[in-house]
């Protein structure tokens, strides 16, 4: 197989083109957080960007791919090679050619190794399909742990799937194997995309392509009642004839004119029904006229059907095309190919707007954390038990009632005093002691509260708390 160039013409992609027209290329498409590598048949566009100036006609040697299933590597025959790292977010493609190597997007460092010898991994940390960014976000993902917990949990377990999530629970006479590992949670991740992205999004495509097909068929439904328009340009041009013919019988101010028997043809009127302020000629005139305007709309329903017609099999097309699609990466590509379609879809047949979702709390922002005040006594439930996160701080004045108050943690550890200070302010603030010079606060973290049965909206009970006098704070 012999490529002729590599280009791109979108952002993040890049094309290695076959030199046969009609042979397949290699499409490779490095959007985080899902690239992708396509072989397909592919029209080279006129405006392109050539990458790789020295990648001229090679011919493909092997293809083979690192253990760690982040690489994959084509080798040509004049000792050069294409290199595809699939890391996110530094997804990179790279031409090895004569000791020089360079890549496709920018590196922010020096030339990576490239390593296709077979390797194993004792540890989590070793094995490189677990980038670095991972680390950086444990927090988020996992809460209440320090690092070394979790790869402790980690390298105990080989991980499994339980309700829905997947969780660190070891299995007996099971031996920690980072490839296992690796598997099982590869295959929850695309499984999650599977049910949270793919199967919604396929659903709304069909629907809005469902829409788009019975309205195209009502319209044309619409449109084929042409029998009715032929008779009634039939009928005015018979009167225009008829009353040209009878120019000298009409008196002026007559409103009728009766057919003379050896003009009446059968399912024509007998009667003519004449304007009496205009002459006879005028009247005349005036069925042409209409004669001439209903032909000119027969001919443009003819033509808007024809039109009606091709839009419609060009939509049962793309519906059956989507039917057989049954992964994510499939659908996006078949977005991408069929984009000014959708978009022109979703102008004609647009979308309902769903009513924003109400929430139950004010928001406020105090040196850029996220602090959340309920609105009412049912809203403080809903906000408390629904919306907050167990590590959050909660807030809540001691003897009087009074909005609930959430500080938002997002992950971090560490809540500075001031932050609770003022978030104990604004408990003051939205409660029946929002007058008093000192008001006593209470604060816990959300996991602290809980809500038994028979208890009023907006009562709770608390434990672990630590108490607060503070001063209501101003709002203007």
């Known amino acids: 197989m ?9 952002k993040n992609e890049l094309i290695i083109h076959n030199m046969a027209e009609s042979g397949p290329s290699i499409i490779i498409n490095l959007n985080h ?8 048949t592919i029209h ?24 760690a299933d982040r690489d994959i590597r084509l080798n040509f025959f004049n000792d050069t090679s294409l290199i595809i790292r699939i890391r996110p977010p530094v997804n990179n493609v790279f031409f090895l050619s004569n000791s020089i190597t360079t890549s496709f997007k920018k590196m922010k460092s020096g030339i990576p190794d490239f390593n296709f010898e077979p390797a194993t991994f004792t540890s989590l940390e070793a094995d490189p399909r677990f980038n670095v960014s991972w680390k950086k976000r444990y927090k988020d993902l996992l809460m209440g742990k320090d ?14 799937v339980t309700g829905g999530k997947f969780v660190f629970l070891p299995v007996k006479d099971e031996v920690f194997n980072p490839d296992i590992f690796y598997n099982r949670y590869r295959e929850f991740i695309i499984t999650n995309l599977k049910e949270r992205d793919f199967k919604p999004e396929k659903s709304r495509l069909m629907a809005l392509l469902s829409t788009h097909s019975d309205r195209l068929l009502r319209s044309i439904h ?12 039939g009928n005015f041009r018979y009167c225009g004839d ?26 024509f009127p007998r009667k003519i029904s004449l304007k009496s302020e205009v002459s006879p000629q005028a009247n005349a005139k005036i069925y042409y006229d209409k004669a001439r305007r209903t032909e000119r709309a027969q001919s443009d329903y003819e033509e808007k059907k024809i039109h009606l017609e091709n839009e ?24 991408k190919d069929n984009k000014y379609f959708i978009e022109k879809l979703q102008q004609q047949v647009p979308v309902k707007k769903s009513e924003k979702e109400r929430k139950p709390y004010r928001e406020f922002t105090y040196r850029s954390w996220h602090i959340w005040v309920g609105k009412s006594a049912k809203d403080n439930d809903d906000m408390t038990f ?8 909660w807030l809540h004045t001691r003897h009087s009632t009074g909005s609930h108050i959430i500080v938002r943690r997002e992950g971090k550890s560490h809540i500075p005093k001031e932050i609770i200070e003022y978030a104990a302010a604004l408990a003051a603030r939205y409660s029946e002691e929002k007058h008093a010079s000192l008001v006593s606060v209470v604060c816990t973290e959300k996991k602290h509260v809980i809500k038994r049965k028979g208890l009023p909206p907006g009562k709770v009970l608390f434990s672990m708390e630590k108490n607060i006098l503070i001063k209501p704070l101003n709002i203007e």
Request: proline fraction near 6%; charged fraction near 25%; include cysteine.
């Open 2 to 10: 012999v490529f002729s160039e590599c280009y791109s013409f979108t």
């Open 33 to 40: 957080p899902l690239p992708y590598l396509f072989i397909h």
């Open 44 to 67: 080279k566009p006129s405006r392109r960007v050539p990458i790789f100036p020295g990648f001229k006609n090679l011919t493909l040697n092997t293809c083979n791919m690192a253990p």
């Open 147 to 160: 690092y070394n917990e979790i790869l402790n949990d980690i390298e105990n377990s080989n991980g499994c």
């Open 222 to 233: 619409h449109l084929s009642s042409t029998e009715e328009q032929k008779e009634m340009i």
């Open 242 to 267: 008829i009353l040209m013919a009878g120019l000298n019988f009409i008196a002026p101010g007559q409103t009728e004119y009766e057919v003379p028997e050896s003009l009446q043809k059968e399912n």
């Open 312 to 335: 419609y099999r060009l939509s049962s097309l793309k519906f059956r095309e989507l039917e057989q699609i049954d992964e994510i990466r499939q659908l996006l590509e078949w977005k």
């Open 386 to 393: 629904h919306h907050a996160h167990k590590n959050d701080l």
